[in-house]
């Protein structure tokens, strides 16, 4: 959808939400108590479900969080310490921007580079983040993979470094962290029970009141409307990353937000989206990045190396894999092929 309608789709749907907001509390299936929140920052629609009777207060106070988030995180608001570092090349963090960058360069090393904060001069360079979407030149890709590298990033207690041509972008970790911080806020207001919706990112606090796990549908890549199965989880992150998320056509060709960072080009492994599933979201969700950029072969490789994880991977010829022990229900009527792999 172009830019500028979704402005607008999305101005239409929050003044729906913010009024959906001004009252909602019920009850469910399981007839236990809850309130629901829905608003729209970091670019996405944000909905968050907390069960019990302390939800109304400690939804207020995971609204709070957010727009404390995005403030301290975005890569376009000018008082962000991400902008500041953008900016001025050298600042001193605040200890969750330390750790945030300290993650994000530990997930680089052990993807080989896949996952890569520094990427953001390529995205910049197709418009995404402004929407000013554009196919770069060849000769203006070959400059900016010049300034990539998440080694060159030097963390030194608070201080941050990064060389002068290089700049950061957490858009594909951040919603991660968001999730867990969002949870860890309801909790200490109270809240033991909580669906946390953040783009496609889903953070699950605790148990689902009165059954054995949440149901989480995970989307079809090639028909958005439609689902290919759901997990039953609790108490993780689900995050999916697909190329249908974020993204523009030029003659014919669709160009998407997830970029290799080793040859500036949209990643093209043979993969339409990446779902992990893992305890920590800056974890699920940077790693769901990194696996689609890294391709079957190779997440399955790095699945192997750890026990943490479980990983759903959708290919662009249809056959759906599920690595690790994660319960998937495949939707019956699909034409998905579907195998496990533990
Ligand atoms: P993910 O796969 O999780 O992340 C993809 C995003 O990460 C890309 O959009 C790109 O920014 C970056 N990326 C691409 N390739 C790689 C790679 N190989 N390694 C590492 N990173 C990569 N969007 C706007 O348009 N305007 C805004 O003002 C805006 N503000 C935001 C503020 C915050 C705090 C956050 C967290 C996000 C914001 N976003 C904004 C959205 C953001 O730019 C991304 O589009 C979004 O986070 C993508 O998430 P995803 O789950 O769809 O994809
Ligand atoms: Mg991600």
Redesign the pocket.
């Known amino acids: 959808m172009p830019h500028f309608f979704k402005k607008i789709f999305l101005a239409l749907f929050l003044t729906l939400a913010l009024s959906i907001y001004a009252a909602c509390q019920s009850s469910d299936n399981s007839q236990t108590e809850f309130d629901t929140v829905e608003i729209f920052a970091m670019d996405t629609v944000i909905s968050i479900k907390a069960y019990g009777s302390n939800a109304e207060k400690a939804l207020d106070a995971a609204v709070q969080e957010i727009h404390r988030l995005e403030k301290l995180l975005s890569v376009t608001e000018k008082d962000s310490e991400i902008y500041k570092l953008n900016s001025l090349k050298s600042i001193t963090a605040s200890d969750e921007v330390v750790n945030l960058l300290a993650l994000s360069q530990e997930i680089s090393s052990k993807t080989d580079g896949a996952f890569d904060i520094s990427v953001y001069p390529l995205v910049s360079l197709y418009g995404f983040t402004k929407g000013e979407y554009r196919v770069p030149e060849r000769c203006e890709l070959e400059a900016a993979l010049g300034c990539v590298g998440y080694e060159h990033i030097l963390i030194q207690g608070d201080k941050i470094e990064i060389p002068d041509d290089a700049s950061v972008d957490l858009g594909?970790?951040a919603?991660?962290y968001c999730g867990d911080r969002v949870a860890a806020v309801l909790e200490q207001n109270g809240v033991s029970s909580a669906v946390i919706s953040i783009g496609g990112n889903v953070r699950l606090l605790g148990k689902k009141p009165d059954a054995d796990g949440y149901s989480i549908a995970i989307r079809d890549p090639n028909n958005t409307q439609e689902y290919i199965g759901s997990v039953t989880v609790s108490d993780c992150s689900v995050?999916t990353?697909g190329s249908y998320q974020r993204y523009f056509e030029e003659n014919g060709v669709i160009y998407h937000h997830i970029i290799d960072p080793k040859t500036g080009l949209c990643a093209d492994s043979g993969l339409s989206s990446v779902t992990v599933i893992c305890k920590d979201g800056a974890t699920a969700?940077?790693l769901?990045?990194a696996f689609f950029v890294m391709g079957q072969e190779q997440a399955e490789q790095y699945y192997r190396n750890t026990d943490e994880i479980s990983v759903i991977l959708v290919s662009d010829s249809k056959e759906i894999t599920v690595i690790g022990e994660v319960e998937f229900a495949p939707v019956e009527s699909s034409e998905y092929t579907y195998s496990t792999t533990k």
């Open positions: 594909a970790i919603k991660g995050v990353s969700d940077a769901s990045t």
